[in-house]
């Protein structure tokens, strides 16, 4: 079956880094769109990058400049690396895969989730 298993959160403070992984099994990961969402407290759930099968990546503005998000395929994981953490950031950030082989990933539903893995940025 399909997993997501997401590692690499912890409590940091400002202006911190930490980098996240997402190891993918029971689906061809090379061909699916790959990303990241969050939640923090109180607030929407929220698209943070957004990974195609080719590379091409896509970010929220938020994120643009701090955040990198690759993947490894022959290792079948995906990684977020996020510096410059801010508090506001504190959230809980989820691995997420499209469901079939498609393109234009940052505009695409994505249907497996995994447990997700929580960031803590303190001031």
Known sequence: QVQLVESGGGSVQAGGSLRLSCAASGFTFSNRCMGWFRQGPGK?????????????????????????????????????????LKPEETAMYYCVATIVSTRGCWTRTYGYWGQGTQVTVSS
């Open 44 to 84: 929407e759930r929220e698209k943070v990058a957004t990974i195609d099968s080719d590379g091409s990546t896509g970010y929220v503005d938020s994120a643009k400049g701090r955040f990198t998000i690759s993947k490894d395929n022959a290792k079948n994981t995906l990684y977020l690396q996020i510096d410059s």
